[in-house]
């Protein structure tokens, strides 16, 4: 089976290349050999290509420059999706999708569930609601996987962040009161192939949208504490330094971010049987990576 990957560079592409299962023939294009935003070189790519299925882990992800940039967001995000789901439309073939809990207001004080209300606050998820809106209107075999706080080896994250300023200073202080989901890019990608997987088996998948994100629930400050304890253990920093508490006022971004950004993934175990992993684990596995080549 053929499957198209866009955005094959970025932090959860570069996963989906690394962990495709055998029995695939996969096509993984980054952004300089094809811009989703642009509607003749999609269509151009896909009907040369032709593909079984197309992952899209394309995406302008730069949340605070979404602000001033908000055309270039909504090109990449909306428009480009828009393009790959007529394309996938055209070829009667399904179209899997990433997204974000951004696409919230982050007021909530439950887990979000995927029928919950949206509210965007920012550009960055407007744009990626608007995108979630455009693949639905076009593509009608698609299913989108909003996840969050994505971490892994490649691009620019908060992991490598912390290690970064861990090794620099003996004391940082970290927004304590937003709180979500750390989800590696590998568990992701993990994620979409088992859905890839099961859809070969049943021709099918129930459509739509679905959560998936890491376990257990935690602010940026005790996401923090976990990486320089873990990094500690394995060698990456020479001391745990100390974290202070901060409020997210105390520490402004041009993009207001969502105090709350837990999601109920409980749909997709059920419909799917995936298991939604525990993101002590995953970054333990990552830091582990990062020692070899440390």
Not at 89 to 98: F, M, N, V, Y
Not at 132 to 152: D, P, Y
Not at 252 to 262: D, E, G, I, Y
């Amino acid at each position: 089976m053929r499957v198209l990957i866009t955005g094959a560079h970025g932090q959860v592409g570069n996963e989906l290349m690394r962990c495709a299962p055998a029995g695939f023939e996969v096509v993984g294009l980054g952004s300089a050999e094809l811009d989703i935003a642009n509607t003749n070189q999609v269509a151009e790519v896909v009907a040369r290509i032709q593909p079984q299925l197309i992952i899209n882990a394309a995406a302008y992800t730069a949340v605070d420059k979404a602000e001033s940039d908000a055309a270039r967001a909504f090109a990449v995000n909306r428009d480009g999706v828009a393009n790959l789901a007529c394309a996938a439309e055209r070829l009667t073939i399904p179209l899997l999708h990433i997204s974000t809990d951004y696409v919230f207001a982050g007021d909530a004080a439950e887990p979000y569930r995927e029928s919950d209300s949206t509210g965007p606050t920012g550009v960055y998820g407007a744009s990626k609601l608007a995108g979630e809106q455009a693949l639905a209107e076009h593509c009608s075999r698609h299913l989108i996987l909003r996840t969050s706080w994505v971490f892994g080896v490649h691009g620019n994250n908060f992991v490598k962040t912390m290690l970064r300023l861990g090794r620099e200073r003996d004391e940082l202080s970290v927004v304590a009161d937003q709180h979500g989901g750390p989800t590696s890019a590998r568990s992701i990608a993990v994620a979409l192939w088992q859905l890839t997987q099961l859809y070969v088996q049943r021709g099918e998948l129930t459509w739509g949208v679905y959560h998936f994100s890491g376990l257990p629930a935690c602010s940026w400050h005790g996401f923090a504490e976990e990486i320089f304890q873990q990094a500690h253990e394995q060698g990456l920093i020479a001391r745990v330094p100390n974290v202070h508490r901060i409020r997210t006022e105390d520490y402004p971004t041009p993009a207001r971010r969502p105090q709350w950004s837990v999601l109920d993934c409980s749909r997709l175990s059920s419909m799917f049987g995936i298991a939604i992993p525990d993101w002590r684990i995953e970054l333990a596995d990552l830091l582990g990576e990062l020692t070899q080549t440390h």
